[in-house]
């Protein structure tokens, strides 16, 4: 079992969970065959403070670790929680990047 999720009890999926992760899953980008945007005010804040990162997000569905707690900021008390659900349930996928510096750093994004 996943033991940072051993004391999270969910009595409303929808609000505790799948609310937050279609913040997150949500079509950002118009497609010839869908013009259809799903953004927020919480995508436009997170693109103009972060806007490289945010691109990212939208052009190849990499999401910066910097990202998270803009986009859900909404739910800041269960932010840990809702990400470690969203991997166990494989809708956001660990990379780790090892920047190549004198001092090795590591920087995780999720896709």
């Known amino acids: 079992e996943d033991e940072q999720l051993r004391d999270v009890v969910i009595i409303d999926p929808v609000a505790y969970f799948v609310m937050p992760a279609t ?31 945010y691109d990212r997000l939208v052009s190849a569905g990499v999401l910066a670790d910097s990202l998270i707690p803009l986009l859900l900021c909404q739910y800041k008390d269960r932010i840990p929680k809702i990400v470690r659900l969203m991997v166990k349930y494989g809708l956001l996928v660990p990379i780790m990047k090892t920047s190549s510096s004198t001092t090795s750093s590591t920087s995780k994004s999720l896709i």
């Open 23 to 53: 913040v997150i899953i949500s079509k950002l980008s118009p497609t010839k065959e869908d013009s259809t945007v799903h953004e927020t005010e919480i995508h436009r804040n997170a693109r103009k403070l972060q806007r490289e990162e």
